[in-house]
């Protein structure tokens, strides 16, 4: 009986040892590697690999996904991408593995300055994949904090990595709409239809007053910063993006576009700028400036003693000595002073005011008159040359010397809208002189605003009778002939 108890008392010894044995079997293998390895909290957030083909970016666009994620090809350590690729903080040497519950065990290949050591815990990035893909299961993984466990490069621990039970495809609401009208960023330099729409839809609203020459320019540059401003996007032109076309500015452009605005083909306020700058339609000179004065009541008063050949400088917006000499030059060919030493000699007071309406008026009046009874085109410019002294013509009649850029102007093709280049360029620099084109337009291309400087200049010379004359708003030999002597 006792031999019988003893037996039993040995099986259950043995069992208790196996059982065990077994038990120590299961977890001998995650025991080893535990104490080969240290406890770690970690701060787990995930990046991936952008397409430019994609149908979603978390920035709004692949060059800002690009900047947000890096390249997405290779590690820091040169190694290409892959399942289990880990990105640490700067004190993970290569090749350190970490054990991250829920993914596996990965290994660090890459580093990135927001990766860092955090009082919360150790920033590691796992790489979730390319395009559309890599992207969903990034934002499903989201940022999670964990206690993994990291090894040694040399710790013999082998890689078993994978996330291909997170979900491949967008949780609702976590990107913004997509964007149809601005699908790219851009830039100073950019070129392309995606810029000239940017133009249209930015003159649309007021913006940008130039041709939509698909160039992304310094004056679209400017037109972006000025929506930026209203938009409370940037404050100036310090700040990060000023300029730029980015997400941020594209979102807030394609929201004003399609809440309510409605792009227009045509130039918004173009015939007013073109009132505002042409010397015979300017009604708003104002009078009492005089030396040391500046702004637009300067240049406005400049730019139409320009067009009466009383001013020759350019338009400053300064009442320099050039402009009171030019003032004085008015004055007393209109019997406004009899000689320099008069009080108001130089000054743009209200009876040289009331003077120089006079005479815009007679101007207006005339041209009206030969429109009823066009002259040859000799006899219009014998009219403008006698109503323009200081134009520059000598005792003889002759006009100044011609300059290199008059000679190419002059041997010119015929030119209108769509057509670009240095004669382009130099014909509008003529344009801007003569008051028929805004400042800063002197781009090289024909665009719609240079068009409506050509035909207003033609329609002032009677060289058109409308916009539906032959040759109207394009630079053709008789339009040439005529702005090469009165311009």
Same mark, same amino acid.
């Given at each position: 009986?006792?031999?019988?108890?003893?037996?039993?008392?040995?099986?259950?010894?043995? =069992?208790?040892?196996? =059982?065990?044995?077994?038990?120590?079997?299961?977890?001998? !293998?995650?025991?080893?590697?535990?104490?080969?390895?240290?406890?770690?909290?970690?701060?787990?957030?995930?990046?991936?690999?952008?397409?430019?083909?994609?149908?979603?970016?978390?920035?709004?666009?692949?060059?800002?996904?690009?900047?947000?994620?890096?390249?997405?090809?290779?590690?820091?350590?040169?190694?290409?991408?892959?399942?289990?690729?880990?990105?640490?903080?700067?004190?993970?040497?290569?090749?350190?593995? +970490? @054990?991250?519950?829920?993914?596996?065990?990965?290994?660090?290949?890459?580093?990135?300055?927001?990766?860092?050591?955090?009082?919360?815990?150790?920033?590691?990035?796992?790489?979730?994949?390319?395009? *559309?893909?890599?992207?969903?299961?990034?934002?499903?993984?989201?940022?999670?904090?964990?206690?993994?466990?990291?090894?040694?490069?040399?710790?013999? +621990?082998?890689?078993?990595?994978?996330?291909?039970?997170?979900?491949? @495809?967008?949780?609702?609401?976590?990107?913004? !709409?997509?964007?149809? /009208?601005?699908?790219? *960023?851009?830039?100073?330099?950019?070129?392309?239809?995606?810029?000239?729409?940017?133009?249209?839809?930015?003159?649309?609203?007021?913006?940008?007053?130039?041709?939509?020459?698909? @160039?992304?320019?310094?004056?679209?540059?400017?037109?972006?910063?000025?929506?930026?401003?209203?938009?409370?996007?940037?404050?100036?032109?310090?700040?990060?993006?000023?300029?730029?076309?980015?997400?941020?500015?594209?979102?807030?452009?394609?929201?004003?576009?399609?809440?309510?605005?409605?792009?227009?083909?045509?130039?918004?306020?173009?015939?007013?700028?073109?009132?505002?700058?042409?010397? /015979?339609?300017?009604?708003?000179?104002?009078?009492?400036?005089?030396?040391?004065?500046?702004?637009?009541?300067?240049?406005?008063?400049?730019?139409?003693?320009?067009?009466?050949?009383?001013?020759?400088?350019?338009?400053?917006?300064?009442?320099?000595?050039?402009?009171?000499?030019?003032?004085?030059?008015?004055?007393?060919? @209109?019997?406004?002073?009899?000689?320099?030493?008069?009080?108001?000699?130089?000054?743009?007071?209200?009876?040289?005011?009331?003077?120089?309406?006079? #005479?815009?008026?007679?101007?207006?009046?005339?041209?009206?008159?030969?429109?009823?009874?066009?002259?040859?085109?000799?006899?219009?410019?014998?009219?403008?040359?006698?109503?323009?002294?200081?134009?520059?013509?000598?005792?003889?009649g002759s006009w100044r010397d011609e300059s290199s850029d008059e000679e190419l102007l002059r041997n010119a093709d015929k030119m209108k809208k769509g057509h670009s280049g240095e004669v382009v360029r130099i014909l509008q620099e003529k344009l801007i002189r003569g008051g028929y084109l805004e400042e800063g337009m002197n781009t090289g291309f024909f665009g719609d605003m240079t068009k409506s400087g050509v035909f207003s200049f033609q329609k002032?010379?009677?060289?058109?009778?409308?916009?539906?004359?032959?040759?109207?708003?394009?630079?053709?030999?008789?339009?040439?002939?005529?702005?090469?002597? #009165? /311009?």
């Open positions: 009986m006792a031999s019988q108890n003893n037996f039993r008392r040995l099986s259950r010894t043995l =069992c208790v040892l196996l =059982c065990s044995v077994a038990f120590l079997s299961s977890i001998l !293998p995650f025991a080893a590697l535990a104490e080969d390895g240290r406890n770690q909290t970690l701060i787990i957030t995930a990046y991936y690999s952008p397409k430019p083909d994609q149908s979603r970016y978390i920035r709004g666009s692949y060059e800002a996904d690009m900047k947000l994620n890096g390249r997405g090809t290779n590690g820091a350590d040169g190694t290409p991408v892959y399942t289990g690729m880990l990105a640490a903080p700067s004190v993970y040497p290569f090749g350190t593995k +970490i @054990y991250i519950p829920g993914l596996g065990i990965g290994t660090v290949h890459d580093r990135g300055g927001a990766i860092q050591v955090q009082d919360g815990g150790h920033r590691v990035d796992v790489w979730m994949g390319s395009g *559309d893909e890599g992207l969903a299961r990034a934002l499903n993984w989201g940022k999670r904090t964990v206690e993994g466990i990291v090894y040694d490069s040399d710790s013999g +621990i082998e890689e078993s990595f994978s996330f291909d039970h997170i979900p491949a @495809y967008l949780p609702e609401g976590v990107l913004p !709409p997509k964007l149809t /009208l601005f699908p790219k *960023d851009l830039s100073l330099g950019s070129v392309g239809d995606d810029v000239r729409i940017l133009q249209k839809h930015l003159r649309g609203i007021g913006y940008f007053e130039g041709p939509e020459t698909g @160039y992304f320019g310094e004056g679209t540059t400017k037109s972006v910063f000025e929506f930026q401003k209203a938009e409370k996007i940037v404050a100036s032109l310090d700040d990060f993006g000023a300029g730029i076309f980015g997400p941020k500015t594209r979102r807030a452009l394609e929201k004003a576009v399609t809440q309510g605005y409605t792009a227009k083909e045509e130039t918004p306020g173009e015939e007013k700028v073109l009132k505002k700058v042409h010397p /015979l339609r300017t009604s708003k000179l104002t009078p009492g400036i005089g030396e040391k004065s500046s702004g637009n009541e300067v240049k406005r008063l400049q730019m139409v003693l320009r067009s009466l050949g009383y001013y020759s400088g350019p338009l400053t917006g300064v009442y320099d000595e050039k402009t009171v000499d030019s003032v004085l030059s008015f004055q007393k060919e @209109y019997g406004v002073i009899s000689k320099d030493s008069e009080k108001g000699a130089g000054f743009y007071g209200p009876k040289t005011h009331e003077t120089l309406k006079g #005479v815009l008026a007679e101007r207006k009046e005339e041209i009206e008159k030969i429109k009823e009874n066009p002259p040859p085109v000799a006899d219009v410019i014998v009219v403008m040359e006698n109503n323009a002294p200081g134009t520059g013509a000598s005792a003889s002032d010379h009677l060289l058109v009778g409308d916009e539906e004359s032959p040759g109207a708003g394009e630079f053709g030999p008789k339009t040439r002939d005529v702005l090469l002597k #009165v /311009l």
